[in-house]
């Protein structure tokens, strides 16, 4: 069964760090481009981060650039994100989520989604 | 960056009946539109991708439509499990990638 599991939530105070981790299993980790995707509380969604699959490829949103920082372990089917500079508006919970892209017969592509979602992991910031 | 704007924040339906979810971009995203069902206390589900194509296991009853900046999820008979918040993400032009503030379907 394909599972994404978050952990290393918790409570930290401004101006702290905090490095979550996602595990996957089920599927070829390796294989996949990987996001984090956060959700303030009562909030809407926000997407955090992107990484390859090798993970030569990152990208931040702007409003976490420069203090958050994606990495994987592909040995150990590991996705992170160190985050750092903790403000109370970061405050939320942070999903990991894998991206696939969907072809035709032909090779088409389709289209692309985050098709696989962890059950999240809660990030408070606060003194 | 593209702003996703979608209608109405909040609309209420009577189980069985049609609900139709509206998403509008800001500049085109061609068909690069996919659509999540969040229900209360889980993660999000991926329901359409490509703005018309359901993802594996998702029932019939969900559809989607439109490209370049205007969009629908239509919902034909809704059933007690498909009230829930749904989002509309556009992948286009990514990074990032947007998402709409969502629409809460509730029981009328």
């Known amino acids: 069964e394909l599972q994404l599991v978050e952990f290393g939530g918790g409570l930290v105070q401004p101006g702290g760090s905090l490095r979550l981790s996602c595990a996957a299993s089920?599927?070829?980790?390796?294989?996949?481009?990987m996001n984090w995707v956060r959700q303030a509380p009562g909030k809407g969604l926000e997407w955090v981060s992107y990484?390859?699959?090798?993970?030569?490829?990152?990208y931040n949103a702007d409003s976490v650039k420069g203090r958050f920082t994606i990495s994987r372990d592909n040995a150990k089917n590991s996705l992170y994100l160190q985050m750092s500079s903790l403000r109370a508006e970061d405050t939320a919970v942070y999903y990991c989520?894998?991206?696939?892209?969907?072809?035709?017969?032909?090779?088409?592509?389709?289209?692309?989604?985050?098709?696989?979602w962890g059950q999240g992991t809660l990030v408070t910031v606060s003194s | 960056e593209i702003v996703m704007t979608q209608s109405p924040a909040t609309l209420s339906v009577s189980p069985g009946e049609r609900a139709t979810l509206s998403c509008r971009a800001s500049?085109?995203?061609?068909?690069?539109l996919a659509w999540y069902q969040q229900r209360p206390g889980q993660a999000p589900r991926l329901l359409i991708y490509g703005a018309s194509s359901r993802a594996t296991g998702i029932p019939a009853r969900f559809s989607g439509s439109g490209s370049g900046t205007e969009f629908t999820l239509t919902i034909s008979s809704l059933q007690s499990e498909d009230f829930a918040v749904y989002y509309c993400q556009e992948y286009n032009n990514w990074p990032p990638w947007t998402f709409g503030q969502g629409t809460k379907v509730e029981v009328k």
């Open positions: 500049q085109s995203v061609s068909s690069n």
């Open positions: 989520a894998r991206n696939v892209d969907y072809y035709d017969r032909s090779g088409y592509k389709l289209g692309s989604g985050f098709d696989y």
């Open positions: 990484i390859s699959s090798s993970g030569n490829t990152k």
């Open positions: 089920g599927f070829t980790f390796s294989s996949y481009e």
